[in-house]
Antibody, heavy 123, light 110 residues
Framework: QVQLQQSGPGLVKPSQTLSLTCAIS??????????WNWIRQSPSRGLEWLGR?????????DYAVSVKSRITINPDTSKNQFSLQLNSVTPEDTALYYC?????????????WGQGTLVTVSS | QSVLTQPPSASGTPGQRVTISCSGS????????VYWYQQLPGTAPKLLIY???QRPSGVPDRFSGSKSGTSASLAISGLRSEDEADYYC???????????FGTGTKVTVL
C-alpha cells in the first residue's frame, strides 16, 4: 500500500518561496513505472496540475506552463521523497496542495494522493 | 480558466443514470487518454476511470467512461447517495505539456 505524507509550512509571505515535501512509503521515488506529481486546488482556479518528476534511466521533470518560471520539483533518493518549491508567491498561490503518484508507464492515472496541505500566502 | 468544459452540476434520484460531459480539443481529449476523478467533500480526489473507460480495482461497474473525438463522458448508473461528489476529467494536453483538469461537476442525489 502506497502512502504519501506531506509536510511543510501552512503560511508563506508574499514574494517568498513555498516549500513542501512528500515522503513516500510503499514505493520508490526512483521507480521506473511511477511519476511523482504536485497538484493544487483553490476555489478560484479549481484543480491545477503543477508538475512532476520521474526516473527513466535519468531524471525528468514536466512543469505546468502557468508556473514554469517559478517551480522546481526535486527527488530525494536518500529519503525516498520529493519536494516542491514555488518562488515569488502571491496571494493567488493560496491553495490546498497535494502530492500524488502516477503510474505513468502504464497510463493508469494518478492513483495515490497525499493528505493535502493548505498553504496561505499572506503577510 | 480551464481548457476543458464540464457542466457545473448534475442531479438525479436514487437508481437513475447521470451523465457528465467533458469538452476539450484536439490537443487534449482528441489525442490522449482521459481520466476521471471523484472528490468527496473534504477528501483528496480519487481515481475513478483511466484510459478513457477502464475502472481501477474496487470502483463499482456503475461508473463507466467513454470518449468520442474531443469529448468524453462519465456515466453513473444506479445512482446512490454516496455518489454525491465533485467529478473531474483530466487528460494530458500536448500543447501545454501537462495535465489539465476540467472545471468539475457537482453531482447531487435528490
Amino acid at each position: 500500500q502506497v502512502q504519501l505524507q506531506q509536510s511543510g509550512p501552512g503560511l508563506v509571505k508574499p514574494s517568498q518561496t513555498l516549500s513542501l515535501t512528500c515522503a513516500i512509503s510503499g514505493d520508490s521515488v526512483s521507480s521506473n513505472r511511477a511519476a511523482w506529481n504536485w497538484i493544487r486546488q483553490s476555489p478560484s482556479r479549481g484543480l491545477e496540475w503543477l508538475g512532476r518528476t520521474y526516473y527513466r534511466s535519468k531524471w525528468y521533470n514536466d512543469y505546468a506552463v502557468s508556473v514554469k518560471s517559478r517551480i522546481t520539483i526535486n527527488p530525494d533518493t536518500s529519503k525516498n521523497q520529493f519536494s516542491l518549491q514555488l518562488n515569488s508567491v502571491t496571494p493567488e498561490d493560496t491553495a490546498l496542495y497535494y502530492c500524488a503518484r502516477e503510474l505513468a508507464a502504464a497510463g493508469t492515472g494518478i492513483d495515490y494522493w497525499g493528505q493535502g496541505t493548505l498553504v496561505t500566502v499572506s503577510s | 480558466q480551464s481548457v476543458l468544459t464540464q457542466p457545473p452540476s448534475a442531479s438525479g434520484t436514487p437508481g437513475q443514470r447521470v451523465t457528465i460531459s467533458c469538452s476539450g480539443s484536439s490537443s487534449n481529449i482528441g489525442s490522449n487518454y482521459v481520466y476521471w476523478y471523484q472528490q468527496l467533500p473534504g477528501t483528496a480526489p480519487k481515481l475513478l476511470i483511466y484510459r478513457n473507460n477502464q475502472r481501477p480495482s474496487g470502483v463499482p461497474d456503475r461508473f463507466s467512461g467513454s470518449k468520442s473525438g474531443t469529448s468524453a463522458s462519465l456515466a453513473i448508473s444506479g445512482l446512490r447517495s454516496e455518489d454525491e461528489a465533485d467529478y473531474y476529467c483530466a487528460p494530458w494536453d500536448d500543447s501545454l505539456s501537462g495535465y489539465v483538469f476540467g472545471t468539475g461537476t457537482k453531482v447531487t442525489v435528490l
